[in-house]
């Protein structure tokens, strides 16, 4: 564990012990909500997530064995490993649709994850992209990401609805964003597979997330669209914090170079932490080689 992270786990475990336990209620839930606004995340001690011996057993099997885990702010953070390392019930934990049986899981220092519901940490920032892209294929590339745009999304706010100029004027910015501009009026089932991925992580965007949590983004790409989507991805670095799951060890190496030492990829094996470091350091660890790389 590094000095970082143990630095952090410290803040937020004094943070825990000082916080009223249980669920939110009364003035404390109105108090709380106030916390869930992407501005409101506190990210003084550096740490948009922070996870701490998070443990998830189904049926004996232990999906997550004392994952310990920490993103920085801004940070491209690329997690790698075998089929069942726990790489999907880490995510599934981070947006609430897991509840670990134990552990710790903070969205910067203030907000506990495991105290809200999934469409609470949706709303205080977090944002998931799943493998198989979901997108209204009936509808164009435009009408998807207004769709998407954060709004009131009452039946008669919506019939009422009229975009003005800054609305527009973000569709337009996430439309070049992801390669997808030209094809702005273009009905969504008829896009590849990888422009549907970029609508669906545009889709992403117009919600203004913190953290972005990308599934396997490239799978099924062509090489072009694989590399455009490094690009997109490396441009989004430092404005969200993104975790990106890939097998892909080419798009990884993409995504990961630059820097002194390249940026950190972590190793998942059995539900923790195998390995992490640059992308060279953990490719030239024996452990990682035996279990995922293959020799």
Same mark, same amino acid.
């Given at each position: 564990m590094?000095?970082?992270?143990?630095?952090?786990g410290?803040?937020?475990r004094?943070?825990?012990?000082?916080?009223?336990?249980?669920?939110?209620?009364?003035g404390?839930?109105?108090?709380?909500?106030?916390?869930?606004?992407?501005?409101?995340?506190?990210?003084?001690?550096?740490?948009?997530?922070?996870?701490?011996?998070?443990?998830?057993?189904?049926?004996?099997?232990?999906?997550l064995?004392?994952?310990?885990?920490?993103?920085?702010?801004?940070?491209?953070?690329?997690?790698?490993?075998?089929?069942?390392?726990?790489?999907?019930?880490?995510?599934?934990?981070?947006?609430?649709?897991?509840?670990?049986?134990?552990?710790?899981?903070?969205?910067?220092?203030?907000?506990?994850?495991?105290?809200?519901?999934?469409?609470?940490?949706?709303?205080?920032?977090?944002?998931?992209?799943?493998?198989?892209?979901?997108?209204?294929?009936?509808?164009?590339?435009?009408?998807?990401?207004?769709?998407?745009?954060?709004?009131?999304?009452?039946?008669?706010?919506?019939?009422?609805?009229?975009?003005?100029?800054?609305q527009?004027d973000?569709?337009?910015?996430?439309?070049?964003?992801i390669?997808?501009?030209?094809?702005?009026?273009?009905?969504a089932?008829?896009?590849?597979?990888?422009?549907?991925?970029?609508?669906?992580?545009?889709?992403?965007?117009?919600?203004?997330?913190?953290?972005?949590?990308?599934?396997?983004?490239?799978?099924?790409?062509t090489?072009?669209?694989?590399?455009? =989507?490094?690009?997109?991805?490396? #441009?989004?670095?430092?404005?969200? &914090? *993104?975790?990106? $799951?890939?097998? %892909?060890? /080419?798009? !990884?190496?993409?995504?990961t170079?630059?820097?002194?030492?390249?940026?950190?990829? =972590?190793?998942?094996?059995?539900? #923790?932490?195998?390995a992490?470091? &640059? *992308?060279?350091? $953990?490719?030239? %660890?024996? /452990?990682? !080689?035996?279990?995922?790389?293959?020799?």
């Open positions: 590094t000095p970082e992270l143990m630095e952090a410290a803040a937020l004094a943070r825990h012990e000082a916080a009223p336990q249980g669920p939110a209620s009364g404390r839930e109105a108090s709380y909500a106030r916390l869930l606004q992407p501005g409101q995340v506190d990210v003084t001690h550096g740490a948009i997530l922070y996870l701490e011996d998070i443990t998830v057993s189904f049926d004996g099997f232990r999906a064995n004392r994952l310990s885990l920490n993103i920085a702010a801004g940070e491209l953070r690329c997690i790698i490993g075998p089929n069942g390392a726990g790489k999907t019930t880490m995510m599934d934990v981070i947006t609430g649709k897991t509840r670990p049986d134990a552990g710790r899981a903070h969205f910067g220092s203030t907000i506990d994850l495991l105290r809200l519901r999934e469409s609470q940490i949706a709303q205080a920032g977090i944002g998931r992209k799943f493998q198989k892209p979901t997108v209204y294929e009936q509808l164009t590339v435009f009408e998807n990401l207004e769709l998407a745009l954060k709004a009131d999304r009452r039946v008669r706010a919506s019939m009422l609805a009229r975009l003005n100029g800054e527009l973000r569709i337009g910015a996430v439309l070049t964003q390669h997808l501009k030209p094809s702005a009026q273009r009905v089932g008829l896009l590849s597979h990888g422009q549907k991925q970029w609508l669906e992580i545009g889709m992403l965007l117009m919600q203004d997330p913190l953290l972005l949590l990308l599934d396997e983004p490239v799978a099924g790409m090489d072009e669209e694989t590399e455009r =989507t490094a690009e997109l991805f490396l #441009s989004l670095e430092g404005q969200h &914090s *993104l975790v990106v $799951v890939e097998h %892909d060890m /080419k798009f !990884v190496e993409a995504l170079q630059g820097g002194a030492n390249g940026k950190r990829v =972590t190793v998942l094996h059995e539900g #923790s932490v195998l992490e470091g &640059s *992308l060279a350091q $953990v490719q030239a %660890d024996e /452990k990682v !080689v035996e279990v995922y790389l293959g020799r």
